[in-house]
Structures are given as structure tokens and as C-alpha cells.
């Protein structure tokens, strides 16, 4: 058993690898080249021969701050104690868990995938299958949380855990500003009208600090923004609802480089709906983890939660509240 800190608050983190552990080449330092790399496009549009039709939602615009504005002090406040309150009195849900694999590319990028387990389907069997799959370097992580130094005092930037809510990666993940006030990720969606893309980076906006905006089919990569593709299809019998792609340049895991998600239309509203499924994994875009709540929507498995909570922005917040 391994103990992680992570920011305030303390983990026990037990590590099943279904695949070899990762090679010190996955952590060798990148290409001179690859060191200065800026914003990296990871996918596009044109890479789908026929995108689904998107409804309505084509023409939706970039931002709806009139029915989601920017969540002040006090509405976060009051956001976390009522979550707080839910959670104190809810039945124990079992520790998160994180299925994850993670690869070395050509370039001197890692890229890490961190997936949604289908309804039913347990971490282990989905590490199977990508294992099967062929995906390099499966991991399936457990954590525990330990009692918490502190779940009150004020966040610095550099936490990774408030509450029950915890960054996607210790040291946190982030987007940098490139020269704007607050770091703009701009969901670029090639996905179905069934899929609620919009609403989902309409909530996530109302996130102090950092600027979520919908696009469909379309990114103004040339405007300091970055651009994270949002995809779905019918991926088949995978094991996975949706999954957010990452990359990094090694040895630090922080500065994001580009993302993208893929939302898997095979299972249906099984247990969950669409816009929970794409509310997940839009938070993992942003650079949050799994919350050690069960209701929460960033919780390990699907549930039926559609918004995006207190401590979640609240620790987006942190994270971005300095200029990287």
C-alpha cells in the first residue's frame, strides 16, 4: 500500500497493475524539440468522414451567462455545505477508482486516458479489456480517503484535493491563460443531438477563473484558446461510457497540451443520462479527478447527477485563481 498527499487531505492508494508497470522511457525527458511545444490540435473534424447530426445545438451559442452566469463567492459557499450535508447522510459509495492507460508517443508527448466504466462493468473488467484491446500501460487505482488534515481552511492553487473533490493529477493539472485573463477551453462538438454537449459547457462556465465555450463543429484555435474536441459514436460492446484523452510533456504532468473525449453512444441512458455522462468527463477536460462522493457527477461510476456541484468549482477555482 502506497500513501499519497494530496493537498490537504491524505490518500491510501492501493494499485493494481493489469498491465506492466510503466518504463522509465515513459518518464525520460522529452526531444530538445519537443520541450518548446505549444497548443497541440489532436483531433479534428475532418478526421470523421460523416459527423452525426447535432439538432438544435449547432446553432447554440458560445456562452448562455444569462441562465448560467459566473457562480459568486456565497453561491459556491452555500453549494459545498449543501453538498456536504447530502454527503454526510448518505450510505459509504466505496473508495473512487481510476482506469487509466498511458503511452509515450513519436513526438516525446504522454498521452494518459482516464475512462468511465460502463453501467455494470467493474474497474477490473475494463482493465481487461483494454488490456485486451491492446492500450499500454492499464492501471486501475484505488483511494481511500484518510482522515483530512483540514476541509475548511482556504485553497492555495497548487491543492489537489478540497472536500470530497480531487484534481486529476497530483501535482494539479492545468490549462495556461496564453495571455487572457482567465484560460479559455473552447468544446469543439462533433457529437450526436442526442448528446447535451452545450448545456454541460454552460455549467462548467459558471466556474470562476477559467472560460468554458461551445462550438459546434469549429475552434477558434487561433484566438489563445484551447481546443478540446468532443466526440461520439457507437464505439460498441467497450466496457466504457466515455473517456478524456490528455497530453502532457514528461517528466511534469502539469501544463496540459491539448485533450479530447469520446462519448460512446452503445449503452444508451442506462442507469445514467447523456448529460451526466458528458458533464463527467468535460470536468476531467478541465482538470479535475474523481469525487469520493457517490452522488456526486464526478464520481467513479454514473449516477443520475447533472450539475457540477460545490467543491468542483470550488477547486477549479483554486487551481486557476493565479496566471499560469
Known sequence: MKVIALGRKKYAAVLLVVM??????????????????????????????????????????RMNVSAYPKLTDQELADR???????????????PSTD?????TLPDGRVRVDLYTPAPGVTAEQLAASLQ????KNVQVARHIAAEADSDVEALAPGDCTYGQAHSVTCPVSYWTNMGRVNP?????????????????????????????????????QYENVHCVDVHSANYGATNWYG?????????????????????????????????????????????????????DVMYTTVNMREDIGGENPELLRSIYSIDR
Request: proline content about 8%.
Open 243 to 295: 473517456h478524456t484523452t490528455r497530453y502532457y510533456i514528461p517528466p511534469t504532468y502539469g501544463r496540459m497540451l491539448g485533450a479530447h473525449i469520446e462519448l460512446n453512444d452503445y449503452y444508451g441512458q442506462n442507469g445514467t443520462t447523456y448529460n451526466h455522462v458528458v458533464t463527467h468527463e468535460m470536468g476531467h477536460a478541465l482538470g479535475l479527478g474523481h469525487n469520493d462522493w457517490g452522488n
Open 20 to 61: 506492466p508497470a510503466l518504463s522509465t522511457e515513459f518518464l525520460a525527458a522529452p526531444p530538445a524539440s519537443a520541450a518548446h511545444t505549444q497548443e497541440v490540435i489532436t483531433r479534428s473534424a475532418e478526421a470523421d468522414p460523416v459527423l452525426p447530426d447535432p439538432g438544435s445545438k449547432a446553432k447554440s451559442p
Open 132 to 135: 485486451a484491446e491492446g492500450k
Open 80 to 94: 459545498v455545505a449543501r453538498d456536504r450535508k447530502a454527503d454526510s447522510g448518505s450510505s459509504e459509495a466505496g
Open 184 to 220: 479559455v477551453v473552447a468544446f469543439n462538438d462533433h457529437s450526436g443531438a442526442a448528446w447535451p454537449t452545450d448545456n454541460a459547457v454552460y455549467k462548467w462556465n459558471r466556474t470562476p477563473n477559467i472560460d468554458s465555450w461551445y462550438y459546434w463543429n469549429y475552434c477558434p
Open 99 to 103: 482506469v487509466t492507460s498511458a503511452e
